[in-house]
């Protein structure tokens, strides 16, 4: 069965920590990508790889920086967190078919509370 | 920017009844992808629709496509308890840059 597992389900931070978010998918996925949940705004992307070392933005990469050195291993880095990055985090993965994403498969999300 | 807009953003019906959800894009897709997600979880896929495609089906779940509306619907028919979720539209781009996904309805089933 396709996995993609993130490595905490709960987390706390203090604001100015620096805090490593991983996620590993066991599918030989190309894709990963990393959005963040918040209530009444959906899933909003803050940045995605299509291969090893290879990183794009996302619509929202202000404040975060990944890490993408083996195929199976996407990291979501927030270099100082703040308050304001307080929210569900979500991996996902997934196949390129020619120019088309197919379709994604996540992992149970991390909650994460910056105090 | 969000590319998918549901509505409604929230649908309350009872069990047994049919609940269609409907989905807006913007721009040229690949594909719509619905998803289904129980509270405070991941997204787990539901159906993939390409742009050449009109209509689908999977089981209870039937969406179409109108790319000349830039619109899709999502139907669960027999609805049961355990439909109650909230359900996104993803459209993958035409330039395959990224998917972006809509803000969702959420769906309660009464008993």
């Known amino acids: 069965d396709v996995k993609v597992t993130q490595s905490s389900r709960y987390l706390v931070k203090r604001t100015g920590e620096k805090v490593f978010l991983e996620c590993v998918q066991d599918?030989?996925?190309?894709?990963m990508f990393w959005y963040r949940q918040d209530p009444g705004l959906g899933l909003r992307l803050i940045y995605f790889?299509?291969?090893?070392?290879?990183?794009e933005k996302g619509d929202i990469p202000e404040g975060y920086s990944v890490s993408r050195e083996k195929k199976e291993r996407f990291s979501l880095i927030l270099e100082s967190a703040s308050t304001n990055q307080t929210s569900m985090y979500l991996c996902?993965?997934?196949?390129?078919?020619?120019?088309?994403?197919?379709?994604?498969?996540f992992g149970s999300g991390t909650q994460l509370s910056v105090l | 920017s969000q590319q998918g807009e549901e509505d409604p953003q929230a649908l309350s019906i009872q069990e047994g009844e049919n609940a269609t959800m409907n989905c807006s894009y913007k721009?040229?897709?690949?594909?719509l992808q619905w998803y289904r997600q129980n509270s405070g979880r991941g997204l787990v896929h539901l159906i993939l629709?390409?742009?050449?495609?009109r209509e689908k089906h999977s089981g209870r779940l039937r969406v179409t496509l109108d790319t000349s509306k830039k619109s899709s619907s999502l139907l669960i028919t027999a609805s049961r308890a355990a439909d109650t979720a909230s359900y996104f539209c993803?459209?993958?781009?035409?330039?395959?840059?990224?998917?972006?996904f809509g803000s969702g309805t959420r769906l309660s089933i009464r008993p």
């Open positions: 996902a993965s997934s196949l390129q078919t020619g120019s088309s994403f197919e379709k994604l498969f």
């Open positions: 599918m030989d996925h190309e894709n």
């Open positions: 790889s299509y291969d090893v070392k290879m990183k």
């Open positions: 721009t040229s897709i690949n594909n």
């Open positions: 629709i390409r742009s050449n495609e």
């Open positions: 993803a459209t993958a781009n035409s330039s395959a840059s990224k998917i972006i």
